[in-house]
C-alpha cells in the first residue's frame, strides 16, 4: 500500500471507529495480529500482543464509558513507507469511572495526543501513543498544580 493509502487507514480508525463507533469497521482496519505499545492511562505496563479488531472495541468500550462525548478530531497526519503518525486533540467529559476505578470528576478536558502506527498487508498491525494525560487530569481535577494551598 502506498502512504496515502495508509493514511487513508489510519484516519478510518479515528473516523469510523472512535468516532462514529462503527465497531465493526476494526475487523477491516485492524490486523488480527496486532503489537500494542501504548500504556493507558494509570497503567503499568504495554498490553504486548494483542487481537488487532477485538482490542479496538474494547478500547472504544473503555473510552466511552468514561467519556460518552468524546471526540477524536485528526488534527494532523504523515506518513512515510509503511509508517503513519497522527496528530490528535480529544475532547470530553468525564461522566463515568476514570481510569475505571476513580470516580467521575464530571469536568471536561481538552488534550492532545500523538499516535504512530505500522501497517502491513493492508492492516494496521502495531501501535505508540504519546498522550497529554497531564493536561487532561489538571483540568479534569485530578490532580493540581503545586503552588500555595487551593481554597475550597
Not at 472512535?18 to 482496519?29: E, H, K, V
Request: aromatic content about 8%; some cysteine.
Amino acid at each position: 500500500m502506498s502512504p496515502q493509502d495508509n493514511k487513508a487507514l489510519v484516519m478510518r480508525l479515528f473516523n469510523e471507529v472512535f468516532t462514529s463507533r462503527n465497531l465493526s469497521a476494526a475487523d477491516d482496519i485492524m490486523a488480527e495480529e496486532y503489537l500494542e505499545h501504548a500504556v493507558e492511562p494509570f497503567g503499568r505496563e504495554e498490553p504486548g500482543p494483542v487481537q488487532g479488531p477485538s482490542h479496538a472495541r474494547k478500547v472504544v468500550a473503555w473510552l466511552r464509558a468514561q467519556f460518552p462525548d468524546l471526540q477524536m478530531t485528526i488534527e494532523s497526519i504523515a506518513a512515510d513507507a509503511d509508517v503513519v503518525a497522527v496528530r490528535v486533540r480529544s475532547a470530553g467529559t468525564n461522566l463515568g469511572k476514570l481510569g475505571g476505578f476513580m470516580p467521575p470528576t464530571y469536568k471536561r478536558f481538552v488534550a492532545e495526543q500523538s499516535h504512530w502506527y505500522r501497517v502491513a498487508d493492508g492492516k494496521l498491525c502495531e501501535h505508540w501513543a504519546t498522550r497529554d494525560d497531564l493536561t487532561a487530569m489538571l483540568q479534569m481535577g485530578v490532580i493540581y498544580p503545586p503552588g500555595p494551598a487551593r481554597a475550597g
